[in-house]
C-alpha cells in the first residue's frame, strides 16, 4: 500500500511537471498566466485532442480572469493533473493516423503539401483556426520543401503518455 502510493506520488509529481513545462512554452510574460485562447494549445500539446466543445467545458472548469481572458497556473494545474490521471482525451492510435494522412494524399506518394494541408484543415470537419493553422504548421512541414511527410509526423503527434510503473488500478 505504501509502495502504492509512493507510484501515486510520482505520477502527480511527473505530470505536473509536464504540465507547467507545457503552460511556460505559452507564458510569454513569466507571470504564470496564459490568454486563455492559447489553453486547446497548450492541452494538445501533452498528447491530448479534446475537440473544441470538450475545451470548452474544461475552460468552465477553469477560473478565467476577467476581463483579459487569463488562466492562471494554479487554476490549470488540477483541472489538467486530473485530464491526465484520468486518461481522458487520448490520442488516436498512430496506425489511424496513418491512414488518415493516407487518405489525403490522393497521389500516394507519402507526403501533403502545404496548400492541401491548410485546405483539407481549415475547410473540413472541425476547422482549424488560423493560429492552430500557423503553429501546426510550424512543426509539421519541412522546413526546405513546406511538405508533411506524414510517416515521419505521426510519431510527433503523440508526446506524452503515463508510463506503466505509475498506474495503479485506481487511474484505470
Not at 503527434?157 to 487511474?171: A, C, Q, R, T
Amino acid at each position: 500500500m505504501v509502495l502504492e502510493y509512493k507510484a501515486t506520488d510520482g505520477l502527480v509529481a511527473e505530470i505536473e511537471k509536464k504540465i507547467t513545462e507545457a503552460f511556460e512554452v505559452f507564458d510569454r510574460e513569466s507571470n504564470k498566466t496564459v490568454d486563455v485562447r492559447e489553453i486547446g494549445c497548450i492541452i494538445r500539446s501533452l498528447g491530448c485532442f479534446p475537440n473544441e466543445a470538450e475545451v470548452q467545458e474544461l475552460l468552465a472548469q477553469i477560473e478565467v480572469e476577467e476581463p483579459g481572458g487569463f488562466v492562471h497556473l494554479e487554476k490549470f494545474l488540477p483541472v489538467m493533473t486530473k485530464v491526465l490521471l484520468d486518461r481522458r482525451f487520448r490520442p488516436i492510435p498512430e496506425d489511424v493516423i496513418l491512414h488518415a494522412f493516407e487518405a489525403l494524399d490522393e497521389n500516394k506518394c507519402g507526403y501533403i503539401t502545404k496548400e492541401d494541408l491548410v485546405k483539407h484543415l481549415t475547410e473540413e470537419g472541425e476547422p482549424f483556426t488560423q493560429e492552430e493553422m500557423e503553429d501546426m504548421l510550424a512543426v509539421a512541414l519541412d522546413p526546405e520543401t513546406d511538405i508533411l511527410h506524414y510517416r515521419d509526423y505521426r510519431t510527433k503527434l503523440v508526446s506524452f503518455d503515463v508510463p506503466p510503473e505509475y498506474i495503479s488500478w485506481n487511474h484505470l
